[in-house]
C-alpha cells in the first residue's frame, strides 16, 4: 500500500477543525485523488477539553505545537493557529529543521517573517504552502505562482477584506453611517478581536505583501505598505461617489512602476459598472493582470470554516501528489529586494469640500489648483440651505504630491472649511 501523509494540525479554531471534517468526510475521494491515503498523526489546541463538534478521539493530542512539529510519525505540519510570531513561527521553524513541509494560513507570519522562513525552508529542501493565507477560498496564490507563470504580471489589486467589503456595502444599500455599520459587524462576529486588523487595512495589507512577492519577485515587505483604513468613509462620500458613477471599496494595489514598489492598501474609488464596483457583501476579488494573459478576475468567499479549509487542503493535496515549488515561486535568495516607490502612480481623484457660499469663493479654490498642476475634469455644486455649499471634484490624472500641494493651497484661501476629503480613483 501506497505511504499514507501524515499531518500534524496545530490550532484547532474554525479553519483546523474545517480540515479535520473535510478529511473525516472525504477520506477515500481525498485518497483516490491524490494517490495515497491522507491521514491525521496528532493535534494541537490552547484547550484540549474544548468541545468543538469535531470528532478528535483518534488522534494524539500535544500540548506544545512546537513538539508536534517535531514528532517522527508527522510528515506534513499544517500551521492554522495564528499570530505572527510566537509559537506559530517556532513551530513551523520546528517542522522544516526536522524535515518536514508546512502548510500555513498565517498571513501575519509570512508577511513579517516570510523571507526568513523561505530561506529556511530551502535550507532544509522543504516547502512552505500558504494558498489559505490570501483570500480564503480563492485560488490566487496558485493562479499567480503556476496557472500565470509565463507571464510578465504588470499589475495586482483586490477587495482583500471581506468585513471592510460589507460595511461599505452595508453603508451604501441600506443609508447607514460607519459608525452603525461598524456596530452591526461587530455583533454579527465579522470583526477581528482586534478591529483596527480589518478596518485599518492591516489584514488585508498582510496579504497584498504576500502577492506582491509572488508577482514581482521581490522580499517580503509588509512595513513599505501604504496602509489606510475606512474609519473616515462618510455616508455622504458613498452617496456623492456614487452620484458620479463610483464605488468606493478598500483596495489593495501592487504594481512595479519606474518609481519602484507600489503597495497600497487605501479606500479607492472604482467604476461601479466594473467586476469590483459590483462586488457586494463580504465577498472578496483578485485582479491580476498579465502581459501575455491580460485581465483575469477571481471572486469568491474570503473567510469562513469551508472556504479557508479548502484551500489549506488544496496545498496539502498539492504535496500528496509530489507537486513542489519554492516558497513564494522562485528560491528564496533569487527574491530581489525591491526598491520601494516614493510616489505612488499618477491617477485621477475625486475631493469632497465645503466652500463658503459667497463670491470668489470658487474662484480661489480652481486658483489653487491651477497653481499646483492639479487639472478638474469635472465638478458639481450641491443645493444648499446654509451658508456653506458643498462641491464635488474629479480631477484628471496627477501625482498625489501635486494633490497634496493643491489641497494645501485651498487650505490657505480662508474659502474652505474644514479639511476636504481625497480618495484616490483607481482604473480597472
Same mark, same amino acid.
Given at each position: 500500500?501506497?505511504?499514507?501523509?501524515?499531518?500534524?494540525?496545530?490550532?484547532?479554531?474554525?479553519?483546523?477543525?474545517?480540515?479535520?471534517? *473535510?478529511?473525516?468526510?472525504?477520506? +477515500?475521494?481525498?485518497?483516490?485523488? %491524490? $494517490? !495515497?491515503? =491522507?491521514?491525521?498523526? &496528532?493535534?494541537? #489546541?490552547?484547550?484540549?477539553?474544548?468541545?468543538?463538534?469535531?470528532?478528535?478521539?483518534?488522534?494524539?493530542?500535544?500540548?506544545?505545537?512546537?513538539?508536534?512539529?517535531?514528532?517522527?510519525?508527522?510528515?506534513?505540519?499544517?500551521?492554522?493557529m495564528g499570530g505572527a510570531?510566537?509559537?506559530?513561527?517556532?513551530?513551523?521553524?520546528?517542522?522544516?529543521?526536522?524535515?518536514?513541509?508546512?502548510?500555513?494560513?498565517?498571513?501575519?507570519?509570512?508577511? *513579517?517573517?516570510?523571507?526568513?522562513? +523561505?530561506?529556511?525552508?530551502?535550507? %532544509? $529542501? !522543504?516547502? =512552505?504552502?500558504?494558498? &489559505?493565507?490570501? #483570500?480564503?477560498?480563492?485560488?490566487?496564490?496558485?493562479?499567480?505562482?503556476?496557472?500565470?507563470?509565463?507571464?510578465?504580471?504588470?499589475?495586482?489589486?483586490?477587495?482583500?477584506?471581506?468585513?471592510?467589503?460589507?460595511?461599505?456595502?452595508?453603508?451604501?444599500?441600506?443609508?447607514?453611517?460607519?459608525?452603525?455599520?461598524?456596530?452591526?459587524?461587530?455583533?454579527?462576529?465579522?470583526?477581528?478581536?482586534?478591529?483596527?486588523?480589518?478596518?485599518?487595512? *492591516?489584514?488585508?495589507?498582510?496579504k497584498l505583501a504576500l502577492?506582491?512577492?509572488?508577482?514581482?519577485?521581490?522580499?517580503?515587505?509588509?512595513?513599505?505598505?501604504?496602509?489606510?483604513?475606512?474609519?473616515?468613509?462618510?455616508?455622504?462620500?458613498?452617496?456623492?461617489?456614487?452620484?458620479?458613477?463610483?464605488?468606493?471599496?478598500?483596495?489593495?494595489?501592487?504594481?512595479?512602476?519606474?518609481?519602484?514598489?507600489?503597495?497600497?492598501?487605501?479606500?479607492?474609488?472604482?467604476?461601479?459598472?466594473?467586476?469590483?464596483?459590483?462586488?457586494?457583501?463580504?465577498?472578496?476579488?483578485?485582479?491580476?493582470?498579465?502581459?501575455?494573459?491580460?485581465?483575469?478576475?477571481?471572486?469568491?468567499?474570503?473567510?469562513?470554516?469551508?472556504?479557508?479549509?479548502?484551500?489549506?487542503?488544496?496545498?496539502?493535496?498539492?504535496?500528496?501528489?509530489?507537486?513542489?515549488?519554492?516558497?513564494?515561486?522562485?528560491?528564496?535568495?533569487?527574491?530581489?529586494?525591491?526598491?520601494?516607490?516614493?510616489?505612488?502612480t499618477p491617477a485621477r481623484?475625486?475631493?469632497?469640500?465645503?466652500?463658503?457660499?459667497?463670491?470668489?469663493?470658487?474662484?480661489?479654490?480652481?486658483?489653487?489648483?491651477?497653481?499646483?498642476?492639479?487639472?478638474?475634469?469635472?465638478?458639481?455644486?450641491?443645493?444648499?440651505?446654509?451658508?456653506?455649499?458643498?462641491?464635488?471634484?474629479?480631477?484628471?490624472?496627477?501625482?498625489?504630491?501635486?494633490?497634496?500641494?493643491?489641497?494645501?493651497?485651498?487650505?490657505?484661501?480662508?474659502?474652505?472649511?474644514?479639511?476636504?476629503?481625497?480618495?484616490?480613483?483607481?482604473?480597472?
Amino acid at each position: 500500500m501506497t505511504k499514507p501523509l501524515r499531518l500534524g494540525i496545530a490550532g484547532l479554531g474554525t479553519v483546523g477543525t474545517g480540515v479535520i471534517k *473535510i478529511i473525516q468526510r472525504h477520506a +477515500a475521494e481525498l485518497s483516490e485523488k %491524490a $494517490g !495515497r491515503p =491522507i491521514t491525521i498523526t &496528532a493535534v494541537s #489546541a490552547r484547550n484540549k477539553d474544548k468541545d468543538r463538534g469535531v470528532r478528535l478521539g483518534d488522534y494524539a493530542w500535544q500540548d506544545d505545537p512546537v513538539a508536534l512539529a517535531r514528532r517522527d510519525d508527522v510528515d506534513l505540519f499544517v500551521e492554522l493557529m495564528g499570530g505572527a510570531d510566537g509559537p506559530a513561527k517556532a513551530a513551523s521553524e520546528a517542522a522544516l529543521a526536522t524535515g518536514k513541509d508546512v502548510v500555513t494560513a498565517n498571513k501575519a507570519m509570512l508577511a *513579517i517573517n516570510g523571507h526568513a522562513l +523561505a530561506q529556511a525552508a530551502d535550507a %532544509a $529542501g !522543504r516547502i =512552505i504552502r500558504f494558498e &489559505a493565507a490570501v #483570500a480564503g477560498g480563492i485560488p490566487v496564490v496558485k493562479a499567480l505562482g503556476e496557472g500565470l507563470a509565463g507571464n510578465e504580471i504588470k499589475r495586482v489589486l483586490g477587495v482583500m477584506n471581506g468585513t471592510c467589503n460589507y460595511i461599505l456595502t452595508r453603508m451604501k444599500s441600506a443609508g447607514l453611517s460607519y459608525e452603525e455599520v461598524f456596530a452591526e459587524a461587530d455583533a454579527l462576529g465579522y470583526l477581528e478581536a482586534d478591529p483596527t486588523l480589518d478596518v485599518g487595512g *492591516i489584514d488585508a495589507g498582510h496579504k497584498l505583501a504576500l502577492l506582491a512577492t509572488l508577482a514581482f519577485g521581490t522580499q517580503v515587505d509588509f512595513p513599505a505598505v501604504h496602509l489606510e483604513g475606512i474609519e473616515r468613509i462618510t455616508i455622504e462620500d458613498i452617496n456623492l461617489a456614487a452620484d458620479m458613477g463610483y464605488v468606493i471599496k478598500l483596495l489593495g494595489v501592487a504594481q512595479m512602476s519606474a518609481r519602484g514598489l507600489e503597495q497600497r492598501m487605501t479606500p479607492c474609488l472604482v467604476p461601479d459598472s466594473s467586476p469590483l464596483g459590483q462586488l457586494e457583501g463580504a465577498t472578496n476579488m483578485c485582479v491580476l493582470e498579465g502581459d501575455s494573459v491580460g485581465q483575469i478576475v477571481l471572486r469568491g468567499a474570503g473567510a469562513g470554516e469551508g472556504p479557508t479549509a479548502s484551500a489549506v487542503m488544496g496545498d496539502v493535496m498539492d504535496i500528496a501528489r509530489g507537486f513542489r515549488m519554492p516558497t513564494f515561486g522562485r528560491p528564496a535568495q533569487a527574491l530581489n529586494t525591491a526598491k520601494i516607490a516614493t510616489a505612488s502612480t499618477p491617477a485621477r481623484h475625486y475631493i469632497r469640500m465645503k466652500l463658503l457660499d459667497k463670491p470668489g469663493a470658487w474662484a480661489k479654490t480652481a486658483a489653487a489648483l491651477a497653481e499646483a498642476g492639479v487639472s478638474i475634469d469635472r465638478m458639481r455644486q450641491y443645493t444648499h440651505d446654509d451658508p456653506e455649499a458643498p462641491v464635488l471634484i474629479v480631477t484628471h490624472k496627477t501625482p498625489r504630491a501635486a494633490l497634496d500641494a493643491a489641497l494645501h493651497g485651498m487650505a490657505e484661501t480662508g474659502v474652505v472649511v474644514g479639511a476636504p476629503v481625497a480618495i484616490r480613483i483607481e482604473d480597472v
